[in-house]
């Protein structure tokens, strides 16, 4: 399959915009892609290994969060995966200057996160 | 400073798509490619504001919209350079919502002040640093056309 690196990404993987990886699962195809740019993977993952809340997956059109499967979703080689930071913001001062505040973006992200159900 | 260049036709295009959805805030995406000085804008996309909740002094992309305007930048050989938005009734300045809301590194971030229905003062910050923790914004110079002018500090 073939991941699509976004902009702010591209410094942390040789420049490139994709990369092509042999995977069975969505799991399989992000470690591909860290093992191959070990750079990426602080911009991807928190310290505990959760994909970080801003960042989101699409697998083709599908937002990873709402799949059954979630990241241990199967894939194909003809299957895509965007990585999309999170846009938003606003003249509102209701956030916190924080790296990382909550927002109401992360508490959606959290409530249906990519982590399957216990 | 960077500076963020663009074309007359797609500056004056964001500024009056913040005119078109006042009192609420537009928002969009600017396709273009990286130089030595910053980002040169060769198009400018508009997309929906989903926070329709609070569109006043809100605004959020739909990933799934973001996806769509990535592939399209792809297909035309171009990268996303940055975001606009407006701020209606309110300063061309980064606010706090903004700040911790920005995530895309190294990509410019334009506001545009609509000021009773019409577009005022336009910036751009420049989302520098090399981790979401060293994450800054940096006022950086807008181009249009090939005249360079300083961004105003409203």
Redesign the interface.
């Given at each position: 399959m073939i991941i699509y690196i976004p902009t702010p990404l591209r410094p942390y993987a040789d420049g490139r915009d994709e990369f092509e990886v042999d995977a069975a699962t969505i799991t399989e195809a992000l470690a591909g892609l860290t093992q191959a740019h070990p750079d990426l993977r602080k911009h991807l993952f928190t310290a505990e290994g959760g994909v970080r809340a801003f960042v989101n997956l699409y697998l083709n059109d599908a937002d990873v969060r709402y799949l059954p499967e979630k990241l241990a979703s199967k894939v194909s080689s003809t299957d895509t995966l965007s990585i999309i930071p999170s846009i938003a913001g606003g003249c509102s001062p209701g956030l916190a200057v924080q790296a990382g505040a909550a927002s109401p973006h992360d508490i959606e992200a959290n409530e249906h996160g990519y982590q399957n159900e216990k | 400073m960077s500076r963020l260049q663009i074309p007359q036709a797609e500056y004056e295009a964001i500024r009056a798509h913040g005119e078109e959805t006042y009192p609420h805030?537009c928002?969009g995406?600017l396709l273009g490619r990286p130089t030595a000085e910053g980002w040169k804008v060769e198009a400018a996309v508009r997309a929906g504001n989903t926070?329709t909740d609070?569109a006043h002094?809100?605004?959020?992309?739909a990933?799934?919209e973001?996806?769509k305007i990535?592939r399209e930048a792809?297909r035309l050989g171009l990268?996303?350079?940055g975001?606009y938005?407006s701020?209606?009734d309110?300063p061309a300045q980064?606010?706090?919502?903004?700040?911790?809301?920005?995530?895309?590194?190294?990509?410019s971030?334009v506001i545009t002040e609509v000021a009773h229905g019409r577009a005022a003062v336009t910036n751009s910050f420049l989302l520098a640093g090399a981790?979401?923790?060293?994450?800054r914004f940096e006022q950086e110079t807008i181009a249009v056309d090939e005249e360079s002018i300083d961004t105003e500090l409203s």
């Amino acid at each position: 399959m073939i991941i699509y690196i976004p902009t702010p990404l591209r410094p942390y993987a040789d420049g490139r915009d994709e990369f092509e990886v042999d995977a069975a699962t969505i799991t399989e195809a992000l470690a591909g892609l860290t093992q191959a740019h070990p750079d990426l993977r602080k911009h991807l993952f928190t310290a505990e290994g959760g994909v970080r809340a801003f960042v989101n997956l699409y697998l083709n059109d599908a937002d990873v969060r709402y799949l059954p499967e979630k990241l241990a979703s199967k894939v194909s080689s003809t299957d895509t995966l965007s990585i999309i930071p999170s846009i938003a913001g606003g003249c509102s001062p209701g956030l916190a200057v924080q790296a990382g505040a909550a927002s109401p973006h992360d508490i959606e992200a959290n409530e249906h996160g990519y982590q399957n159900e216990k | 400073m960077s500076r963020l260049q663009i074309p007359q036709a797609e500056y004056e295009a964001i500024r009056a798509h913040g005119e078109e959805t006042y009192p609420h805030e537009c928002c969009g995406a600017l396709l273009g490619r990286p130089t030595a000085e910053g980002w040169k804008v060769e198009a400018a996309v508009r997309a929906g504001n989903t926070r329709t909740d609070s569109a006043h002094n809100r605004y959020n992309i739909a990933p799934v919209e973001l996806v769509k305007i990535e592939r399209e930048a792809r297909r035309l050989g171009l990268g996303i350079a940055g975001f606009y938005h407006s701020h209606p009734d309110h300063p061309a300045q980064w606010s706090t919502t903004d700040f911790a809301e920005a995530h895309w590194l190294g990509c410019s971030y334009v506001i545009t002040e609509v000021a009773h229905g019409r577009a005022a003062v336009t910036n751009s910050f420049l989302l520098a640093g090399a981790t979401e923790e060293e994450k800054r914004f940096e006022q950086e110079t807008i181009a249009v056309d090939e005249e360079s002018i300083d961004t105003e500090l409203s």
